[in-house]
């Protein structure tokens, strides 16, 4: 190197000192105030990763093929089996129902509604006490109340009333529904209009 270099160097040392502290400080500045952060983010994202796939392995352990996903799959199937009946009994001869295990109404079919002249939305929960004609409700209610608690059939004749006030003699019977463990987790109702 020539000697004008070095001479050059040293009359600008500080201004080389400044330019190098400078680029070392931006260096320092980016790493606390962007790299940082940026790594920390990276470590959370990698974090929140190996979290989801702790639970997903913990929801499907064995790829899918566990016990639980098979009892989630057959859960499935009943849902699209119970959907497919609902259509199937739409229009059955007589109005049926269904219930919780609590013995409150979850779903008619359309010849209960048409039936009634209600709408299935008037007869959900404790709704379809207003199908039955005023001096039966009461007993029917306690009755049915009575059956659901002690997780037995009910059978009863009273009389629905419809949205024109006539009187509909009727024969209401209800079973029990168990899922695969013995418990109770519902009702299926007939309701079979009397020809008198």
């Known amino acids: ?13 500080g201004l080389y000192v400044a330019i190098i502290t400078s680029i070392i400080s931006g260096i320092i500045v980016f790493h606390k105030k962007c790299a940082m952060p940026l790594i920390r983010n990276f470590r959370i994202y990698d974090e929140t990763i190996i979290k989801i796939n702790k639970i997903y392995n913990e929801l499907t352990p064995n790829g899918g093929t566990s016990i639980k996903d098979k009892i989630n799959n057959i859960d499935k199937k009943i849902d699209i089996i119970e959907q ?3 259509v199937m009994v739409a229009d059955h001869r007589n109005m049926l129902f269904r219930t919780d295990p ?3 109404c ?3 079919n359309r010849t209960y509604t048409k039936t009634v002249g209600k709408t299935l939305f008037e007869v959900l929960g404790h709704g379809w006490q207003n199908v039955i004609a005023k001096e039966y409700r009461e007993k029917v209610s306690r009755e049915w109340y009575l059956a659901v608690e002690e997780k037995r059939e009910f059978l009863m004749e009273t009389k629905f009333i419809n949205s024109a ?13 168990v ?3 013995g418990e109770v987790i519902g009702f299926w109702g007939n309701c079979e209009i009397l020809r008198k």
């Open 179 to 181: 899922n695969s463990k």
């Open 102 to 104: 609590k013995g409150d």
């Open 84 to 86: 497919v009946q609902h």
């Open 1 to 13: 190197m020539s000697e004008g270099f070095w001479t050059d160097v040293i009359q600008n040392y």
């Open 165 to 177: 006030g006539l009187e509909i003699p009727t024969r209401v019977r209800s079973y029990k529904m």
């Open 106 to 108: 979850v779903w008619v």
